[in-house]
């Protein structure tokens, strides 16, 4: 059996993976995507954290977080982004999946997986890695052939502060895909 701890860390830098049920492409819809970034954005109202990197896939999603110093509960944040989002995209008319009893006994919607998957950063390496794994994600997928041409991501934001080149792991000028060495993170998507 596995042996699944939260860490914790007031002030602490994390990497999430967050998943819909049934990997449904819930953002595929302009629709869903606008909800997510309004509810992202209404939760860090109340609970302040740092968005340091983000990419939103069709079924997924991953962000590195920064809490603040007195705090590291990254949990309760998570959940409120969750529930908000939940409660906007069917009142806005968005359909969930089909649940199982159990998960509708427990009055659960089929719009995300019940759990997420995070990861405590450990240093500026592993730091940089998980934000280099972000940015390629839609490439990783099949979304895009080039990190710039995905439009759901902080890769534009990054690429205006002077840390990435346009270039980076670009197939548009060469036609030659490079596919880097992300051995070390797991993307662990499924529940």
Same mark, same amino acid.
């Given at each position: 059996?596995?042996?699944?701890?939260?860490?914790?860390?007031?002030?602490? %830098?994390?990497?999430?993976?967050? &998943?819909?049920?049934?990997?449904?492409?819930?953002?595929?819809?302009?629709?869903?995507?606008?909800?997510?970034?309004?509810?992202?954005?209404?939760?860090?109202?109340?609970?302040?954290?740092?968005?340091?990197?983000?990419?939103?896939?069709?079924?997924?999603?991953?962000?590195?977080?920064?809490?603040?110093?007195?705090?590291?509960?990254?949990?309760?944040?998570?959940?409120?982004?969750?529930?908000?989002?939940?409660?906007?995209?069917?009142?806005?008319?968005?359909?969930?999946?089909?649940?199982?009893?159990?998960?509708?006994?427990?009055?659960?919607?089929?719009?995300?997986?019940?759990?997420?998957?995070?990861?405590?950063?450990?240093?500026?390496?592993?730091?940089?890695?998980? &934000?280099?794994?972000?940015?390629?994600?839609? &490439?990783?997928?099949?979304?895009?052939?080039?990190?710039?041409?995905?439009?759901?991501?902080?890769?534009?934001?990054?690429?205006?502060?002077?840390?990435?080149?346009?270039?980076?792991?670009?197939?548009?000028?060469?036609?030659?895909?490079?596919?880097?060495?992300?051995?070390?993170?797991?993307? %662990?998507?499924?529940?």
């Amino acid at each position: 059996m596995p042996d699944f701890r939260r860490y914790f860390t007031p002030g602490g %830098t994390f990497f999430f993976t967050v &998943v819909t049920h049934n990997r449904h492409p819930i953002f595929c819809s302009d629709k869903a995507r606008e909800l997510l970034r309004q509810s992202i954005q209404e939760i860090k109202k109340g609970k302040t954290f740092e968005s340091l990197a983000f990419v939103l896939l069709p079924e997924h999603f991953h962000c590195i977080w920064r809490l603040p110093q007195e705090d590291g509960n990254f949990t309760v944040r998570m959940a409120c982004i969750k529930k908000m989002f939940t409660k906007l995209w069917l009142d806005n008319g968005g359909e969930e999946v089909q649940i199982s009893k159990t998960r509708q006994k427990h009055r659960e919607k089929g719009i995300w997986q019940k759990r997420f998957w995070e990861h405590t950063i450990r240093d500026e390496d592993d730091y940089i890695n998980h &934000v280099n794994y972000i940015h390629y994600n839609p &490439v990783k997928h099949n979304l895009a052939k080039c990190p710039h041409e995905w439009p759901y991501s902080t890769f534009h934001r990054w690429m205006r502060d002077g840390y990435y080149q346009q270039e980076w792991l670009c197939v548009c000028k060469s036609g030659k895909l490079y596919k880097p060495d992300f051995d070390n993170i797991k993307d %662990t998507v499924g529940e």
